[in-house]
């Protein structure tokens, strides 16, 4: 068995963050969508030091809302708007990342049963290596959050935790890096 699938390094790494919007936002629980923007956001920390890129996405934003403020603050580009569950059906999304050319993907956002796991399956089938963190990513129910991180482990995507990926990043303590995202993970 590989283990190379389970290797992220920042030179090859991407951020995207799928459909972190207002209206679906609010159908979930709040102890859940907290923790899910938490961790999100020190994502976002983390790509400002190492110059990873972020990509995020807008599911039919005229229905469901822009993305939480407090992200968007946080994003220097303007969302990618989408009708397809998965991002891939975008073809604005397919091209950024072919352009980019990056091949470790950290994938958050919600619903993880629908735009996550189909957006998470597409990456699989053009062999990028997919990483899930497990409170990066929430659904409306516990059961379809299961089901959708189910199906991701089961299609070859490695699911982690938050915590685990900024430190396999960071790879060492003692640096400035390491002092600025301990304000972050607490």
């Known amino acids: 068995m590989s283990l190379e699938r389970f290797f992220i390094r920042s ?14 936002a609010k159908a979930m629980k709040e102890e859940v ?3 899910t923007v938490k961790n999100i956001i020190t994502f976002i920390e983390l790509c400002k030091l190492y110059q990873i890129p972020v990509i995020f996405t807008e599911q039919y934003p005229k229905g469901l809302g822009k993305t939480l403020e407090e992200i968007r603050s946080l994003l220097y580009e303007e969302a990618i708007e989408k009708l397809d569950f998965s991002c891939f059906g975008e073809e604005k999304f397919a091209e950024k990342i072919k352009k980019l050319g990056r091949q470790e993907v950290i994938l958050t956002g919600m619903e993880t049963h629908v735009c996550v796991w189909q957006t998470a399956l597409d990456f699989l089938a053009r062999d990028y290596h997919v990483f899930v963190p497990y ?7 516990k059961e379809n959050w299961k089901i959708g991180i189910k ?6 995507a490695v699911i982690t935790c938050t ?4 430190f396999q990043i960071l790879k060492k303590a003692g640096t400035a890096e390491f002092k600025k995202m301990l304000e972050f993970v607490k």
Do not use: F, P, W, Y
């Open 135 to 141: 409170d990066a990513v929430c659904s409306r129910t």
């Open 33 to 35: 969508l907290a923790k």
């Open 163 to 166: 915590e685990t990926l900024i």
């Open 11 to 24: 030179e090859n790494a991407l951020l995207i963050i799928t459909d972190m919007q207002e209206k679906l």
């Open 151 to 156: 199906l991701m482990k089961d299609a070859g």
